[in-house]
């Protein structure tokens, strides 16, 4: 006498279980029938073990059978005894007791699995985290060094343009010495020859010489201004990180 597949034909192995009194074995393939079912391609960790460990108290590896007591595995040693009514009894409850304990081992093998999977998605994201984290640092620590050398070039730049207008002035102030010079040496030697000279060029130039100290003592100035903003703008970067060791240090961080 044959007994139908309980996985071709769930239903009628179902029957034939009532049919033969079997109502524990009945029980046990209940459970089995309303097993977890994947989606998305995963188990839900958490009713999938409570099915395993349902299926767990309902079963006993068929091997075990003759050494368990009444008292101790009560739902076992009923599947015990009847078992041991006839053959085919015997061969549908051990072929049931395999079939589910082969569905909780692959179970909790899957749930392993993908716990290990799990595990290498979580290292690959803080991996990934931890990478575009740095790449962000960098990109910041990049745009301020940009900008520290942007204010530099600056700070240069003005500091050219101060010293290109100084030598500018300088040499346009040369240029009035020379040209007072010529027209002194002029004038004396309209002296010297005994040709009268105005009061008024010995009042312009008496006028002028004193102009030369105060214009050049503005460009001094100018060009000292200029300096120290570019030896601020030099040192800003090295301050900022003394301020950001300085900080960690306070928070107990390491440098």
Same mark, same amino acid.
């Given at each position: 006498?044959?007994?139908?597949?309980?996985?071709?034909?769930?239903?009628?192995?179902?029957?034939?279980?009532?049919?033969?009194?079997?109502?524990?074995?009945?029980?046990?393939?209940?459970?089995?029938?309303?097993?977890?079912?994947?989606?998305?391609?995963?188990?839900?960790?958490?009713? *999938?073990?409570?099915?395993?460990? =349902?299926?767990?108290?309902?079963?006993?590896?068929?091997?075990?059978?003759? /050494?368990?007591?009444?008292?101790?595995?009560?739902?076992?040693?009923?599947?015990?005894?009847?078992?041991? !009514?006839?053959?085919?009894?015997?061969?549908?409850?051990?072929? !049931?007791? *395999?079939?589910?304990?082969?569905?909780?081992? *692959?179970?909790?093998?899957? !749930? +392993?699995?993908?716990?290990?999977?799990?595990? $290498?998605?979580?290292?690959?994201?803080? +991996?990934?985290?931890?990478?575009?984290?740095?790449?962000?640092?960098?990109?910041?620590?990049?745009?301020?060094?940009?900008?520290?050398?942007?204010?530099?070039?600056?700070?240069?730049? &003005? !500091?050219?343009?101060? =010293?290109?207008?100084?030598?500018? +002035? /300088?040499?346009?102030?040369?240029?009035? &010495?020379?040209? =007072?010079?010529?027209?002194?040496?002029? #004038?004396?030697?309209?002296?010297?020859?005994?040709?009268?000279?105005?009061? $008024?060029?010995?009042?312009?130039?008496?006028?002028?010489?004193?102009?030369?100290?105060?214009?050049?003592?503005?460009? #001094?100035?100018?060009?000292?201004? #200029?300096?120290?903003?570019?030896?601020?703008?030099? &040192?800003?970067?090295? =301050?900022? &990180?003394?301020?950001?060791?300085?900080?960690?240090?306070?928070?107990?961080?390491?440098?």
């Amino acid at each position: 006498m044959s007994y139908p597949d309980p996985i071709e034909a769930p239903d009628s192995f179902g029957d034939f279980l009532k049919s033969q009194g079997l109502h524990l074995a009945q029980t046990v393939f209940g459970h089995y029938q309303n097993r977890p079912i994947e989606s998305n391609g995963r188990f839900h960790e958490l009713s *999938t073990l409570e099915w395993c460990e =349902r299926m767990d108290a309902l079963l006993v590896s068929p091997l075990n059978l003759h /050494m368990l007591s009444t008292q101790a595995y009560p739902l076992q040693a009923k599947l015990t005894r009847l078992a041991g !009514l006839q053959p085919i009894q015997q061969d549908v409850v051990v072929s !049931l007791n *395999t079939l589910c304990t082969n569905t909780v081992v *692959t179970f909790e093998g899957q !749930l +392993e699995s993908q716990k290990q999977s799990d595990a $290498v998605e979580a290292k690959r994201r803080e +991996e990934e985290a931890k990478a575009r984290a740095e790449e962000e640092k960098r990109k910041r620590a990049e745009e301020e060094l940009r900008q520290d050398l942007a204010q530099a070039a600056a700070a240069r730049e &003005r !500091l050219e343009e101060a =010293r290109k207008l100084a030598d500018t +002035e /300088m040499a346009i102030m040369q240029a009035e &010495r020379d040209l =007072r010079a010529q027209k002194q040496a002029f #004038i004396d030697a309209k002296r010297s020859a005994g040709i009268n000279v105005d009061d $008024v060029d010995d009042d312009e130039r008496s006028d002028s010489a004193p102009e030369e100290q105060p214009v050049r003592f503005i460009y #001094i100035l100018v060009l000292l201004s #200029i300096l120290i903003t570019l030896i601020l703008y030099i &040192r800003e970067p090295q =301050r900022r &990180r003394q301020c950001v060791r300085r900080k960690k240090l306070e928070n107990g961080c390491p440098k």
